[in-house]
């Protein structure tokens, strides 16, 4: 994401008064572009130079939530609303360094990962509760930053119950030497969905989002730079790929 863009697109909370008027005028720009609001968050019992970060979508014209009376009104909103957006422009001239600050720290949380490899050609993860591990690391991460490859490299390694990969919902997973197990998993008295189900026959009353792409192509190269395809013609949503 680039600047102009977060600048007009992203909400980050609680930056004072001149800013949240500014915010306000550039409502109709998060309607209709499907922008963000970020919370920047400091738990005491943490440094508190450390920020958690965290996001949601502001309310959008999306396919869930088509309002055309209000999509129409807040379009001839639109140039009020960017005259307004002077306002949070003076809160970046009179107070640069806080605002400054904030805009980095979400503009790096909107910054994706393009490849994050867990283990290695030389050293595989043999065993789940190491995966756990290193999965558990990445989502304590504060920044929450996403994730464009997660590259698993397992030997003989199976996946059944989801480990920590669904939350980091990563838009490609290239697993080597490891496999999804599909069916339900029994966990205690009760059975689970597996990652595999979660994934491939929806979560939640939800469409699946996740296409297995492994057979489309030859090498984890191809894998890599592959394209994903749009979830359907009216959507600038992509679906979610696996190779294994």
């Not at 970060?53 to 807040?74: C, K, N, Q, V």
């Not at 989801?162 to 197990?181: C, E, F, S, T, V």
């Not at 059975?191 to 189900?197: A, E, R, V």
């Amino acid at each position: 994401m680039n600047d102009v863009s977060l600048f007009l697109n992203t909400q980050i909370k609680y930056t004072g008064a001149l800013a949240a008027i500014g915010d306000w005028g550039l409502t109709p720009v998060r309607y209709i572009f499907r922008g963000r609001d970020v919370y920047i968050l400091t738990s005491f019992a943490e440094d508190p130079e450390r920020k958690r970060i965290y996001t949601s979508h502001s309310p959008s014209f999306d396919a869930d939530e088509r309002s055309w009376p209000r999509f129409i009104g807040l379009a001839l909103c639109l140039i009020p609303g960017l005259v307004l957006s002077v306002f949070k422009l003076m809160a970046y001239c009179f107070d640069y360094s806080y605002m400054i600050r904030r805009h980095n720290m979400a503009k790096k949380h909107f910054t994706p990962i393009e490849r994050l490899d867990i283990g290695s050609f030389s050293k595989p993860i043999t065993n789940i509760e190491d995966l756990k591990g290193e999965l558990k690391k990445l989502n304590d991460d504060l920044e929450h930053r996403p994730i464009n490859s997660l590259f698993i490299h397992g030997k003989n390694l199976e996946i059944d119950q989801d480990p920590g990969i669904w939350h980091l919902n990563p838009m490609k997973l290239i697993l080597r030497g490891a496999r999804l197990k599909s069916g339900p998993v029994k966990n205690d008295c009760f059975h689970i969905p597996s990652l595999h189900d979660k994934m491939f026959l929806g979560y939640l009353d939800k469409d699946p989002k996740w296409l297995d792409a492994s057979r489309t192509v030859s090498s984890i190269k191809e894998a890599l730079v592959f394209p994903a395809p749009r979830r359907d013609w009216t959507s600038c949503k992509r679906y979610h790929l696996l190779f294994s």
